[in-house]
């Protein structure tokens, strides 16, 4: 069958339809694949009944893989290309790590010094109703600025952590997250290595701007963020079992929307593709 593409969203996203995972992939079948990535950020394989390793050797096509080293919690023990985002409790019964994994706009691996190229996640188990992920267009984003707002940001660093909306960290866990990932600045504007475009670099993950007090850089970081995630420049994904999407993280942002009910399980398992360097450490 041949692969043919239906965009997901005005903004971004297109589903790849053709394909099955599982088997052979040609080159040039590859190349539409990635010329497509490049072209619209997203991409969404529905119906992938595919086991751990075709999703991690699928992944490789697109680069060396990260390990995880950075969220050790969460990676899977037997395959640490793997992470887990799930909310299915512990052996122990205490609560899955990874539970509110996402629940803030950002772009994955920002708080590294080798931010991720791009994602691979593949449902596994979705909620009856809702568990939803919403992406943003980040080109369209700082192309939408005004020429006085690019003047000012050009040149800017943003301080990202490895914050999460965990409503019930602890003050130790907070400092082992600190200690594993201290806070990295990072241009607010990057140049793609691959496309050559500028898009914003932001998140709700940022605490302030280098050379900047958290009170002054508070309403830039706000405005950015809004700006960015404004509803047209969004694609929101319904997940079913056996989707893999496909984001770059060099030109989107996604959160996950944790609109679904406690007591229903959300599994789903991420490969994580390793960008270029970008960054520096900052106290
Ligand atoms: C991720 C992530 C969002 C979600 O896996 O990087 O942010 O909806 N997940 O699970
Ligand atoms: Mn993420």
Known sequence: MAISFRPLSYALGAEVQGVDLAGPLSNSEFDQIHRTFLERGILLFRDQKISREQHIAFSRRFGELDTHDALPRDRDPDYPELLLVTNIPKA??????SKYTGQLWHSDMSF?????LGSLLR?????????DTMFTNMYMAYDTLSDGMKKMIEGLHAIHTGSRKIVDLSAERAAEQKKLNPPIAQPVVRVHPETGRKALYIGEKVSCFVDMTEAESRPLIDYLVRHATRPQFVYR???RPDDIVLWDNRCTMHIAL??????EIRHL?????KGTPSGYYQQ
């Open 258 to 263: 944790g609109d679904y009910a406690e007591g």
């Open 123 to 131: 449902g596994i188990k979705i909620p009856p109703v809702g568990g």
């Open 92 to 97: 122990n019964g205490a609560p899955s790590d």
């Open 237 to 239: 994904h319904q997940w």
């Open 112 to 116: 590294t010094l080798v931010p991720s």
């Open 269 to 273: 398992e991420r490969t994580t593709i």
